[in-house]
């Protein structure tokens, strides 16, 4: 502290000085000796930028003296400025201060700023200059030229500098350099260690071994020698910098941080000493400040394997997984497989969510037990919560390779028989039997033998539980559960009763109470037990939804619908209790409420299966489709292979036609899931993109069981269709539509029937069934199509009722208008026709069906407006432009009528003859 004082005082003291001096050198005329005496006086005493001042002064006053110069640059030396060193110096050699002189200094200048061309050329035998003052400057010479690649000059200099009669160090510098020439570096190894004995500080000795050193392979003997030369010259900052690289590379991370650490202060943001300080940190644990160190060589374009390999780990101690994530993806194509930082990235992912993308790095991670048996078991788990059946699988035949504690086995259990793997109750078995202590692992164990029906095994099982843990109720409500699966009523009430009086036999009792007085057929008891429960346990939603099962059964979920809306308003943040209600709503049909209450819950990763399932089939059966679109997306951007939200989105682009997007969401989805249906659906939106191989191709590797149902006929149905073999068509799509006599089943029937040549049939069966379906909006307009050839009457019939149900129906309107015009209507046809033309007013066919109304009515320049407003646009109909052409005949306007002739090429017989009847009536 007081060394800090003193300097400050000293520097205050050296700018008075300077400030006094430039004053007085203002107001007198002081000769260039007084100044160079003042420098000399200031330099003495440690005043060197008074010194320099001073020094450039005398020069100002004499700038051809040679000594001020000299003493400058000697100066300059001293502070390491050898840039400032080399041109002083030589400025003084050329002014005529002795060579002798003048030459070792700049020799030394040349050295420590890496100027080996003008080394080079340095006279180390100036006249004047001793032997020892040679062998200095010839030694420098020497390593310069060697640099440089002059090998024969290095040579002759070495012959010449060998006869120099000194015993100077830099003499056995120049011997050992013999050896260098000779690559033998043994020999000079053992040279420049006896040199090191005679001058154990000597810069150049110390800095030849560390070299030699590393050359040999040797780095901790040259940090050794490294931390010693550093130590005698701490400001050259060059070997500091590369003592401390040094250091951090043999791991001795204590001695390389306060070189580290005092590097820094010139140069905060420096990327390898930011790189160097991250290193250290992270070994000392200090990972936030390592990470900070390690993104600031980052910014700073350091971006090695090294620099992203520690701040991806560093980042990842800390749980910054973002971080890891970003720095070790950087590095994971270059690191080997298996290596620790793919463990490190891929667990990352999983924490991002970014499952598949982890899966691809731990395919590259072989597994060791103890270590990989979670993270296989995590990353199982998440992919198969996103329905990636195919990756889940694949992580946990990881797993099960190394798989070994009670623990791991119990995870690998649970997630094999997720995914119907038998072998799951054999691990989970293991596990128990490796800690029987676990009631995790008792609990996961019983529920699946349960869930597979072996009541005998959850039953010994529950038993072994009870005996290891008789104070706990789970396994006596196991048991009494089992019992009344199996009728032993009078047993199960006696496991019952035993798990009642223990302290941590909570509601389950109560539940499984009610389920035992169902089983045994006294569901009045049962609702009037739960009515009890529920009485001081009113918002409890397991036994409300209990109760509404029962009282449902009876006709009367009314009154606990009633209660839990009571319940709900008392507190609305319970999704729970909403969810429950909106479920009893929907089974007493009233889908109006369901919709009101899952409408202010949008949805994320955190909500309930159940309530995406809900919402989408209440949305669907509402026909809400905007809504249902967005919300299936919505479901889709969380779990993009979830099948009930991907059957969903497909009901919905099927019922808007858009099959390639059906295909392609299927296609997508059985990549990561093989699903049955869904490669029905696959089958089936190829049948309708008319793509009838890849269609056989999935049906022909089904089962007769398979083809036999309702579904696949309708898909062989279609596929006949497309093969032109309408006959073998008929009965698939007859028992496709026996099964759902929906519109698609239908219009594919009437298809069938009508390509074998069974028209009155397909008529029958039509009228049939747009009777018994009155909403089949589709079906009716293609019987009143078939209608008009045989009775306009009941066409017309036909179209008004399914006006009266889509009242903005463009083809309806305009058809109807049609064939009121036809009738003479031409009120009611105008009626039709305007609102047709308001929907589509770029439609010709429209448009000329109101134009032909106005020329009944004698209104021909309204009609001509009309046509006015499409003639620019193609009109795919002849008749349509024929009418025009008609029109403007008719309003004299030959020319125009003449020239719209003369543009068009008619397609039909009928469209040719009658324009050429026109010209001819014409005499176009």
Sequence with gaps: MTKHKTNKLIKRTTLAVMLTSALLSGCSEKSMESHLADARNYASQQQLDAAIVEYKNAIQKAPNAAEPRFELGKLYLQQNNFAAAEKELNKAMDLGHPVSQVIPLLSVAYQQSGAENALSELDYRAEGMTAVESAEVGFYKLQALMQLGKTEEAQALLADLSTLDTSSVYKGLIDSYVFVLNNDMEGALAATEALREQAPTNKDVLQQLAKIYLQNGEPEKAAEVYGVYVSQFPDDVTSKFAYAALLIEIRDLEKAAPIVNDLLTLNENHPLLNTFK???????????????????????????????????????????????????????????????GLRMLADSMLQLGENDEALEVLARVEGEQGIDAALFSKASYQLLK???????????????AVSATAEDLSRLGVLQLSLNDIDGLVNLEEAVEKAPESVTSQATLLRAYIATNQLDKA??????????????????????????????????????????????????????????????????????FIRAFIDENPADVQALALWFALAAEEGDGNAVIAHTQ????????????????????????????????????????????VFWNLKGQTLIATNNVKEATAFFDRWLSFYPQDKNAVLGKLLIVDSQKQFKQGLALTDKVLAKRPDAQLTLMKAYFHSRLGQAKPAWEIINSTTD?????PFVRGIIARLHLIEKAPEQA??????????????????????????SGKKEQAFSFLEKHVGAHNNDVQSAMLLAERQIRSDR?????????????????????????????????????????KKAVSLQRENADAVDTLAQIYIAKGDKEAALALYEQVSAGPIASDEVYLNHVDLLLALDKEALAKRRLASREFSSEAAKQRAENIKQQHGL
């Design 386 to 400: 996103d329905g990636n059946v195919v990756g889940a699988k694949q992580m946990v035949e990881k797993s099960e």
């Design 278 to 340: 991250g290193i250290i940190e992270s070994a000392n644990e200090n990972y936030a400040k390592a990470l900070e160190h390690l993104e600031i060589a980052v910014q700073n374009g350091r971006s090695d394997q090294v620099v992203r390999l520690v701040a991806g780990f560093s980042a990842y101690q800390i749980q910054d997984f973002e971080a890891a994530q970003r720095h070790l993806t950087m590095v994971a194509s270059s690191l080997p497989d298996n290596h620790p």
């Design 730 to 755: 008929v009965e698939h799509a007859k028992a496709a539509y026996d099964a759902t006599p929906n519109s698609d089943n239908a219009l594919l029937l009437v298809a069938a029937l009508e390509m």
């Design 566 to 609: 009571t319940q709900f308003n008392k507190n609305k943040s319970d999704l729970k209790l909403r969810l429950l209600l909106a479920r009893m709503y929907s089974i007493n049909g009233q889908l109006d409420n369901t919709v009101s209450l899952l409408a202010d819950v949008e949805g994320d990763e955190s909500s309930p299966q």
């Design 705 to 709: 069981d398979v083809k036999a149902l």
């Design 793 to 833: 009457k009941a066409a017309i019939d036909t179209y008004e009722q399914v006006l009266s149900k889509t009242p903005d129906n463009f083809v309806v309107l305009n058809n109807l208008a049609y064939l009121a015009f036809e009738d003479g209507e031409l009120k009611r046809a105008e009626e039709l026709a």
């Design 459 to 528: 039953k010994v099982a529950a038993k072994e539980w009870h005996e290891q843990s008789p104070e706990t109720a789970a396994p006596l409500i196991y048991l009494g559960n089992i019992a009344t699966a199996e009728g032993a009523y009078q047993e199960a009430a006696q496991y019952l009763d035993k798990a009642s009086g223990l302290s941590d036999a909570g509601n389950e009792v109560t539940y499984s109470r009610a389920n035992l007085l169902v089983a045994e057929g006294k569901k009045e008891n049962a609702i009037a």
